[in-house]
Structures are given as C-alpha cells and as structure tokens.
C-alpha cells in the first residue's frame, strides 16, 4: 500500500497510469456463508475516465440476530429448538432487539442456511468394494 501511495503522490506521469481503489469486504456480507474479510484493489487505467465504487453490502449479521432472537423465524425455517445466546452476544442484542423493525438488508446466511435442502444421506450400502464410488 505505501509503495502504491508513493508512486500516486510523487507527481510524475510516466507512461500509463491507474486509478487505484482499495477496500476490506466481508464475505458475509454479499450472502455468502462464511465470515470472510478480504482486501480487493480495483486498478482502472486514468484515461478512461472511469470511476468505481465497490458495491453496497445485501446482508447483515443484526439481521440473523433480528430473526434468531427477536422473531425466532431462523429456528422455525429450520425446525429446531431455539439455542440461547453467549454471553458475548447478549449486549449486542440488548441494541438488536430494541429496533422497532427488522433491519433494512438481508440476515446473513448461515451454512445451515445452505445445506437445510440437500436429501438426508441414505444408511443403505451397496455391496460395493470399499473405496469404490463407480456402480454398476
């Protein structure tokens, strides 16, 4: 990063130049099932005059915490006894639970999220060779 800041701020245009962009994204936050930061650089060549701007996130962890302890909705999608919330997590959803509405993006999506729809897995064995997927 101070290498790329170096070479913006010293004044000199030599050959092509880029605008750079820089920004830490959480995964979670776009829908996918993992807390995920990661950095992404966006270099877009000056001349083009093209501006960027990264996209505004569609999912939110106070969501999840809305539908998991102020409604309750999370366990009843998937059928199963509510679990209580650590201790770490309560202070947060004392602020949580006082919005008069639900927040305004998505809950973030839980890998229970993504798996509730797969078939349960079959008990029955083929007699198969161990080891061997092919059947015949």
């Known amino acids: 990063m101070s290498r790329l800041e170096r070479y913006h701020t010293r004044g000199r245009k030599d050959g092509l130049c880029y605008n750079v962009v820089h920004q830490v994204l959480n995964a979670a936050n776009y829908g996918i099932p993992q807390k995920r930061e990661r950095l ?31 409604t309750g ?3 009843e999608r998937h059928g199963i ?9 309560r ?30 897995p079959s008990e029955s064995r083929t007699s198969q060779e161990p080891g061997n997927v092919c059947s015949h």
């Open 40 to 70: 992404f650089f966006v270099a877009i060549r000056a001349d083009l005059g093209i501006e960027w701007s990264f996209p505004l996130p569609t999912h939110c962890a106070d969501t999840l915490l809305w539908e998991q302890f102020r």
């Open 73 to 75: 909705e999370y366990w």
């Open 81 to 89: 006894k509510a679990m209580r919330p650590s201790p770490a997590l």
């Open 91 to 120: 202070a947060r959803l004392e602020t949580v639970t006082q919005y008069l509405l639900p927040p305004p993006r998505k809950a973030w999506r839980t890998v229970r999220d993504v798996i509730s729809d797969l078939p349960q």
